[in-house]
């Protein structure tokens, strides 16, 4: 009986050996059931705040285009005027903006901003810059800047 691995060296002996078999590679699948639901969940919260950041980003247009106008009106009180009155009628129903004048256009420009500078600041300029003309006035541009970014709209945005 002859044996086959007889007269042959430890490095022969071990390049006569099989590979050992590689194991299956790892499944990406979640093996349960609560991981796929809460993937689920995941891309519904991502496409939720993503529709919802485009939502205001586009609500918010007005006010990009109130700013890009007072870059350009520079200190001028009656251009400035203009553009305040054409954004609170974007960002407010027109009924509760068109017919307001003098001191109640100056209080609501206040009380849209929670904060004071219309009725007894730089704002009171807006009273007669559009019927006279008026001195470049660069605290009420400032003012009106202030505004456009932070007024709150009826519907409780900002």
Known sequence: MDDPYEGLNLIQLLDLLEPVPEPLPVSWMPQTAGWIWLGLAVVALILF???????????????????????????DPARVATILRRTALAGFPRASVAGLTGANWLSFLDQTMQGNGFVSGPGQALTDAPYRA?????????????????????????
């Open 49 to 75: 705040g993503t529709r919802y950041l485009v939502a205001r980003y586009r609500a918010n247009r007005y006010r990009r285009a109130a700013l890009v106008a007072l870059d350009g009106a520079g200190a």
């Open 134 to 158: 008026t001195p470049p006035n660069p605290d009420l541009t400032a003012l009106a800047r202030k505004w456009v970014r932070q007024h709150v709209t009826s519907s409780g945005q900002q």
